[in-house]
C-alpha cells in the first residue's frame, strides 16, 4: 500500500530517506490530498454510516485506492507512517490548536517531528513536517526558535519550556497551535477523534472544510464560501451546486463512493447554515 500511496503521488519506486526527499513529499502530499471533513460531514447528516476512520493503515489503504485522507489526525497519521516506512526517524506528538477546540491540554492535533537531517542551516537535522494544518506551511520548518518566510507567508516557531513548542501562522492564516515532545498514542488520537467527529458538540461535525496549500498560497471553501489567499488573493460565494462541486473537485477532493444526493444535501443545509451565520455574525 505504500507504493499506491508514492503512486498516488506521481512517484514511482521508493525515494531514500534524505532531506530532499521530505521536502519532496511535503509538497506532493499538500499537492496531492487536501485537508478536508468531508466523510464526517456526510455522517452527520445520515448519509453514511460513520467517519472515516482515523487508523494510519485504513487511511493509507483508502488513498492508495483513490479516496480521499481526512483531517489532521488522517494526513499525519498517514504521513508518520509512509515516512518511517521509508526509513525516516520520526515522532508523532502531541497538539493542539490554540483556538481551542477543547480544554487546554486536550489533543487536538497530531504534529510530526523528523529528525536525523541535518543541512546548512539546520546543523541539528530537527524538522517540523506537517501535511495537516490545511493552509500550513508548505516546507518542512527548522524545529528551531525563529521566523521563516515561505512564499510571502511568514511563520514562527517559539520554543515553550523544556519540551514544548508553538507555531504562530501567518496573519493570513486560519489557526495557531502548540506541541510538545513524545509519542501520541493511537487510541488517544481515537478517542479525540470520536469527540471532534461526532454532532452536535463535535467541532470538525459542523461545516465542510477543505483546504489545500499549494506553492503560492492556499485555498479553503467553508462551507458555501471560497477563500484565496496568498497569490491570487480573492473570496467567492458557491450558492450553485455544480459550482461548489468543481471548486471542491479543484481542490483534490475526491468522490469515490460518495452519492451525488448526499452532495447535493450536503450543499443545501450548508448554504441555509452559512445564510444564518451571514445573519448572526
Keep these: 500500500m505504500i507504493d499506491g500511496y508514492l503512486r498516488r503521488l506521481g512517484i514511482e519506486g521508493r525515494p531514500g530517506a534524505t532531506y530532499e526527499t521530505l521536502v519532496d513529499l511535503h509538497h506532493r502530499h499538500l499537492d496531492t490530498l487536501p485537508y478536508e471533513n468531508l466523510s464526517i460531514m456526510l455522517a452527520a447528516i445520515g448519509a453514511v454510516g460513520a467517519p472515516d476512520p482515523v487508523d494510519p493503515e485504513v487511511t493509507l489503504a483508502r488513498v492508495a485506492a483513490g479516496g480521499n485522507a481526512g483531517y489532521c489526525f488522517h494526513n499525519n497519521g498517514v504521513f508518520s507512517l509512509v515516512l518511517k516506512e521509508l526509513g525516516f526517524d520520526v515522532v508523532r506528538r502531541f497538539g493542539q490548536m490554540l483556538e481551542a477546540t477543547g480544554p487546554s491540554g486536550t489533543l487536538d492535533h497530531l504534529a510530526i517531528e523528523v529528525r536525523g537531517l541535518p543541512t546548512s542551516s539546520n546543523p541539528a537535522g530537527r524538522w517540523a513536517a506537517d ?98 489567499t496568498g497569490s491570487g488573493a480573492s473570496t467567492r460565494e458557491l450558492r450553485d451546486f455544480e459550482e461548489w462541486r468543481a471548486a471542491l473537485g479543484n481542490l483534490g477532493l475526491s468522490f469515490l463512493g460518495v452519492e451525488d444526493d448526499a452532495l447535493r444535501e450536503l450543499h443545501k443545509r450548508q448554504a441555509a447554515d452559512y445564510d444564518e451565520w451571514l445573519l448572526t455574525r
Design 131 to 228: 501535511v495537516g494544518y490545511g493552509d500550513g506551511f508548505r516546507d518542512p520548518l527548522p524545529l528551531v526558535d525563529g521566523h521563516f518566510r515561505q512564499s510571502g507567508f511568514v511563520y514562527r516557531l517559539a520554543r515553550v519550556g523544556e519540551s514544548g513548542w508553538t507555531f504562530h501562522h501567518d496573519p493570513h492564516g486560519s489557526f495557531n497551535g502548540s506541541f510538545v515532545r513524545g509519542d501520541v498514542a493511537q487510541d488517544a488520537i481515537e478517542t479525540s477523534h470520536l469527540r471532534l467527529s461526532t454532532p452536535p458538540e463535535g467541532d470538525f461535525a459542523r461545516k465542510l472544510v477543505v483546504q489545500r496549500r499549494d506553492a503560492t498560497g492556499a485555498d479553503t471553501v467553508r462551507s458555501i464560501r471560497h477563500t484565496r
